[in-house]
Structure formats: C-alpha cells, structure tokens
C-alpha cells in the first residue's frame, strides 16, 4: 500500500515537474524574492530563504526522479527481455543489465563487429547481384535477339523447303 501510494506520488511530482507552467512557477518565485531583496536589505536571512527553498526542493526531487527513472528503465529492460525472448534473437542477451561495465562493453564490442561483418556481406551480396544483373541483362539481350533471329531463319528455311 506505502508502495503503491509513492509510486503514484513519485510518478504524479515528476510529471508536474516536467510540466512548462512548473518551470513558469519557479521562475516567478526566483524574481519575487530577488524583488524583496531591497525590502529585507539583502540580509541573510533572504537569502538563507532561497538557498534552503531550493535544497529541499532539490533534495526531494532527486529520490523522486531517481525513482522514476528506475522503473522506467526496469519496465524497458522487461520488455526488450520479452522481445528477444520470443524473436530469433540470442536469449543470452536477457539480464545483461545486471553485467559490469567492462561485460557489457565486451558484448557491445562483440555486437558492432557481428553487424559489421554481416553489413559487409550484404554489401558484398548486393555488388555481385548487380555485376550478375548486368552480366545477365546484356546476356538475355543477345539470347533475344538471337531467338527473335531463329524463327525468321525458320521460317525462311520453311519456305526453302516449300519451294524445293
């Protein structure tokens, strides 16, 4: 129930947060109080106001957005995991997350030349279809025009015969 109830807190306050009127907001206040500076004679405790607003505020903010981000992040790696899972891929990717640093750069690094050598083959593929396409189209010209050839041969021979 506490769970639940700062999940919904927590997902509440950074949307306001993100919001352009919150921005407004802060903005408005940061001009009032430094506009009160002359009333209060810029003493120290105007500005011990906005230095201990802006603390709290910041305090609160960072656990509240930390929060929020690793849910978000745990929700995005849960469906990547479901993804691979059902997809060609390598199951053996599921829960990389969980690696040190240095494991997952490794598998980065694995990765980019897996892509690399298999761009290359593509590329490889694609240039021989294109050699073999105009091989083939110049080669299915003459095969045309050699066949459009023989029938007249046959037909001329045709009427050799009739004629003999």
Known sequence: MIEKA????????????GLPPTFAICVLIVVVWAASGPIFGFSDTWQLVINTGTTIVTFLMVFLIQNTQNRDGA???AKLDELIRVSRAHNHFIGIEH?????????????EAAAK??????????????????????????TAGAAAKKPAAGKNASKKKAAA
């Open 6 to 17: 700062f999940t919904w807190m927590a997902n509440r306050v950074a949307h306001l947060a």
């Open 75 to 77: 929700a995005i790696q």
């Open 99 to 111: 690696l040190t640093e240095s494991e997952v750069e490794e598998i980065r690094a694995k990765c």
């Open 117 to 142: 050598r298999h761009d290359r083959k593509i590329a490889e593929t694609a240039a021989n279809k294109a050699t073999a396409g105009k091989n083939g189209t110049r080669h299915a010209a003459k």
